[in-house]
C-alpha cells in the first residue's frame, strides 16, 4: 500500500491500558505513515493507579508524559503538524489537555501543532466516577471554537447490543453499557456505547464489526480490521 499521509502520529491508550497493547496498531498504521513517525505514549499500569494510589489524577499524569512526547515529535518534525490517535478514555485525557484549562490543578499550553484529534471508542458521555470528573470537566470549557482549531472526529461501533438473558456477550454488554450510560439496552462495542460516544462538534462515524478490549485476536479498533477502516481520516 502506498504511503499517503506523512504526518507523525502520537497513540494515546485508554485508561489502564499500556504502550505494548498499541503495537499491532502501529504496525497496521506504518503501511501508511513511516513507522519512526509513529509514537505511542510510553505509559504503565502505574501512570494509571499511582503510587501510592491515586487514581483521580491519573489524567495529570497522563497529559505529562503526553506534553513531552509532542514536545518531542515537534523537535524532531518542526514543520509539520500532528495527529492524535486517542483509544478509550485517552480519548477525553487528550480533550482536556487541548482545553489547556487547569484540570485538578495542571493545565499545558500547547505549542505543537495538532492536525486533528482521532478518538476511538471514547465515551464522551459518561456516568462511571473518573469518566465523569472528566466529561463534565470538558463539557464545563468546550465550546464552538474548540473543533475550529482542533478537528475532532470520534469514532464507535455498533457491533454488540446490551442485551438481558441473551449470550454472555450481550449481557456482559449490557452492564457496562449501563455503568456507562445508565441504560443497558443500548448498542456498542462492548465496553461503551454509541450514544455516550456521540459529541456535538465532531465527526461522528460509527464503524462496523469492531470491539472495544485491545486483545489478541479481537476485531478491536487496533487491529488491522479496525484501522483500516479509520486509517484514511488521517490524509
Request: overall charge negative; hydrophobic content about 35%.
Amino acid at each position: 500500500m502506498a504511503q499517503k499521509n506523512q504526518n507523525p502520529v502520537v497513540i494515546i491508550e485508554g485508561v489502564g491500558f499500556w504502550d505494548s497493547l498499541y503495537e499491532e496498531m502501529k504496525e497496521c498504521l506504518s503501511k501508511k505513515i513511516p513507522a519512526e513517525k509513529i509514537f505511542i505514549l510510553p505509559i504503565n499500569v502505574f501512570d494509571w493507579v499511582g503510587f501510592p494510589p491515586d487514581p483521580e489524577r491519573s489524567t495529570n499524569r497522563v497529559m505529562k508524559v503526553l506534553d513531552n512526547t509532542l514536545k518531542d515529535i515537534q523537535k524532531r518534525y518542526p514543520e509539520e503538524p500532528i495527529n492524535i490517535v486517542a483509544h478509550s478514555g485517552g480519548g477525553t485525557i487528550a480533550m482536556i489537555y487541548l482545553l489547556g484549562i487547569p484540570y485538578l490543578g495542571d493545565a499545558y499550553n500547547n505549542s505543537a501543532k495538532i492536525n486533528k484529534l482521532l478518538t476511538l471508542g471514547t465515551p464522551y458521555h459518561s456516568l462511571e466516577t473518573y469518566g465523569k470528573l472528566k466529561s463534565d470537566f470538558i463539557f464545563k470549557h468546550l465550546d464552538k471554537t474548540f473543533f475550529e482549531k482542533f478537528p475532532v472526529i470520534s469514532f464507535t461501533s455498533n457491533s454488540w447490543e446490551g442485551k438481558l438473558g441473551d449470550s454472555l456477550s450481550n449481557i456482559a454488554s449490557y452492564y457496562f453499557y449501563q455503568s456507562v450510560s445508565g441504560k443497558g439496552e443500548l448498542f456498542g462495542d462492548g465496553i461503551v456505547t454509541v450514544e455516550s460516544c456521540t459529541l456535538d462538534g465532531a465527526e461522528n462515524v460509527i464503524l462496523e464489526g469492531i470491539e472495544h478490549l485491545p486483545t489478541p485476536m479481537t476485531p478491536w479498533y487496533g487491529a488491522k480490521i479496525g484501522v483500516d477502516q479509520w486509517m484514511d481520516y488521517l490524509d
